[in-house]
């Protein structure tokens, strides 16, 4: 299960089947869109293309001003439920709540989301304490570090450098303060160790997984410094200081985990050469990485996360069960490199041959790496991020 998800960058042709397809091929069945709308939801279980099943927490709610174009700005109470209400007449499946929003706000929201029947998911906003927190489940590791001072001016993805300074006292705080109101953890390890790894974007660059998805993401928008990736807000310190910040969050993602508190699987895909369904298995890497067995972190990924986002209609593997399971030749319980070895995956009934799926991909290569393709989606991305760049730039000079 990846619980934490989203669309394409640029909604061109066959980008979204081409994201579903790539969650198939790695063997995931459940996904949660942490933000947008749910247009891949309804066509995947409409039957239109091949999927994962997929929940979709709909639009940003935030404060002003908010951090994303589109979000529902929630200045107050009433606001709060008229946020909440349209989430509900959308028809979705949960409440994203974000970086501005005020302590009264937060609650007001929560209250509402309650009332419907829906889990709140979201940031830690930077005015708020973990502990107080008006949200089920916790995304990413903001908040974890505490609120500081200079977060007013910092960007939220800056803010995560705090996280080095995680010490025992505040690790403490953390499974404490998360045993206590049985709070949820999405932590996604996964986006953390790219702000390190970014440093070498050419390695990055060369895997085999960033080639699944058309040529334009890994040279123009993953770009190190031209691109929309975090790194380039970045400087070599704060490169360094992103790696201790990884480190000293294993260490509290263990600590969480010995103590009984809820972790879930996922990614945040498509963020910096992050690609949908690989890196997911990344994830499951990172969390064995923190101590964990293998078996831990699948009972966490194929057991308790889609236990919890399912509400209840997830059912151990039997008579009478929804048919969603992936086939494995080898026991990944005793090694996630068995990941790998998946002859077959069935989704809702639909049953998909390792060859089938490979034989989709090959296609859909094949389209995305045609000439015409490539020199119309290039040209547009490089002009698009020539304008960003320009724009940026121009902000940097005012401000100076």
């Not at 399971?325 to 809702?348: E, G, K, M």
């Not at 639909?350 to 045609?370: A, C, N």
């Amino acid at each position: 299960t990846d619980a934490h998800m989203h669309a394409p960058v640029l909604p061109l042709p066959g980008h979204e089947e081409l994201f579903a397809l790539l969650n198939l091929y790695h063997g995931v069945t459940l996904t949660r869109m942490a933000a947008g709308d749910a247009t891949m939801r309804e066509a995947i279980a409409a039957g239109l293309y091949a999927g994962p099943r997929m929940l979709s927490c709909g639009p940003f709610i935030d404060g002003s001003p908010p951090t994303w174009r589109d979000s529902l700005v929630v200045p107050d109470k009433l606001s709060a439920q008229s946020a909440v209400d349209r989430v509900v007449a959308g028809g979705y499946d949960c409440v994203k709540v974000y970086n501005e929003l005020t302590a009264e706000t937060s609650r007001d929201i929560y209250r509402a989301a309650a009332s419907a029947g829906l889990p709140v998911i979201g940031h830690v906003p930077w005015r708020q304490e973990f502990h107080a927190a008006h949200i089920d489940d916790l995304q990413h590791l903001v908040g974890w570090a505490g609120p500081h001072p200079d977060d007013a001016q910092t960007s939220h993805v800056l803010r995560l450098r705090k996280l080095a300074d995680l010490d025992k006292a505040r690790i403490d705080y953390l499974v404490e303060a998360a045993s206590n109101r049985s709070l949820q953890l999405t932590p996604t390890l996964v986006t953390l160790q790219r702000k390190f790894a970014l440093q070498d974007a050419a390695r990055l660059r060369a895997r085999e997984s960033s080639r699944f998805l058309p040529r334009f993401y890994r040279e123009q928008l993953w770009h190190p410094r031209r691109g929309l990736v975090s790194s380039r807000l970045m400087s070599a310190t704060d490169h360094a200081q992103f790696r201790q910040a990884y480190l000293k969050s294993m260490e509290a993602v263990r600590r969480l985990h010995e103590a009984g508190v809820e972790l879930h699987s996922c990614t945040d895909a498509p963020a910096e050469f992050i690609v949908p369904g690989a890196g997911l298995i990344e994830e499951l890497e990172l969390l064995q990485a923190t101590g964990l067995s293998a078996e831990a972190v699948l009972r966490i990924s194929a057991v308790d996360t889609p236990s919890r986002l399912l509400a209840g209609d997830a059912t151990p593997l039997g008579v009478g069960a929804r048919a969603d399971f992936v086939v494995y030749a080898r026991d990944p319980t005793r090694d996630l490199r068995n990941l790998s070895s998946r002859p077959a995956v069935v989704v809702d009934g639909r049953f998909y041959s390792r060859e089938q799926l490979e034989g989709q991909l090959r296609r859909y290569r094949q389209w995305f790496d045609s000439t015409l393709y490539r020199l119309l989606t290039e040209s547009v991305v490089g002009a698009g991020l020539w304008v960003i760049n320009a724009l940026s730039a121009a902000a940097d000079g005012n401000s100076e």
